[in-house]
Every structure is written in C-alpha cells, then in structure tokens.
C-alpha cells in the first residue's frame, strides 16, 4: 500500500492537550491501521483524527490516500 499525505493531519492540536498531533504519531496510526482492508483503515484515521482533534478548530487541511497495489 503506498500512502501519500498532507502535513494537515499531523499538524492538528488537540482540543485536551493543546498540542500539535506530530508525524511520529501519524507513522505510528498508519503501521497499526496498515493490515486492516482500505474500509476499515479509512474509518479508523478518521475517528483517530476527530478523536484528538475534539472541538478544537481544524487548522489545516487533511488529505490521506492510500493505494493498494
């Protein structure tokens, strides 16, 4: 699966923590989403993003694809 993204994920602030998400993290939700089908994976970023981002205004724009070869 190639993945391909924008900075807008890893860039969010938490509503709790008022901190940037980071892209160690990101890496870290991909490899643990990576097994799952595309479905799933989609389903599973998207909570995790609205997850930590809670009412927090969205900072930046978010783009992830991923393409199973």
Same mark, same amino acid.
């Given at each position: ?8 994920? +890893?860039?969010?602030?938490?509503? @709790?923590? %008022?901190?940037?998400? !980071?892209?160690?993290? /990101? ?6 989403? +990576?097994?799952?089908?595309?479905? @799933?994976? %989609?389903?599973?970023? !998207?909570?995790?993003? /609205? ?19």
């Amino acid at each position: 699966i190639l993945y391909f993204f924008t900075d807008g994920f +890893s860039d969010q602030k938490s509503e @709790k923590e %008022e901190k940037k998400s !980071s892209s160690k993290r /990101f890496k870290q939700l991909i490899l643990s989403v +990576s097994k799952e089908p595309l479905k @799933k994976q %989609e389903e599973l970023i !998207s909570q995790t993003f /609205f997850n930590w981002k809670g009412q927090f205004e969205q900072v930046d724009d978010v783009l992830v694809i991923g393409i199973k070869i």
